[in-house]
């Protein structure tokens, strides 16, 4: 491969990222929203069921077998990071 088609694609990669952290970012908004309800009614942060049928619908939306334990382990990452900010309310 040579350096300029790296490069290039490395570019799209970077573009990616970028479109990926608006995306995060914007679902930590919603996730503090959804922490300060979960508070006032007296709500427990942690949902198992509410990750499992998120885990479940999103095995649903890949496509790529080969990335499914990944996607899993993404996904519990970021269900643990959305505890945190949660327990900051």
């Known amino acids: 491969m040579k350096t300029h088609s790296l490069?290039?694609?490395r570019k799209k990669i970077d573009?990616?990222?970028r479109k990926l952290m608006k995306v995060v970012i914007k679902r930590y908004g919603v996730v503090e929203k959804i922490?300060?309800?979960k508070n006032r009614a007296g709500l427990p942060v942690v949902d198992?069921?509410?990750e499992k049928d998120?885990?479940?619908r999103i095995n649903?939306?890949?496509t790529n077998d080969e990335?499914?334990?990944s996607i899993k382990n993404i996904y519990k990452c970021i269900f643990n990071s959305s505890?945190?900010?949660e327990r900051v309310e």
């Open 60 to 62: 649903k939306l890949n």
């Open 15 to 17: 573009r990616i990222d």
């Open 7 to 9: 490069h290039g694609i």
């Open 35 to 37: 922490g300060r309800l």
């Open 83 to 85: 505890y945190k900010v």
């Open 54 to 56: 998120i885990l479940e």
């Open 67 to 69: 990335i499914k334990s």
């Open 48 to 50: 198992k069921k509410r």
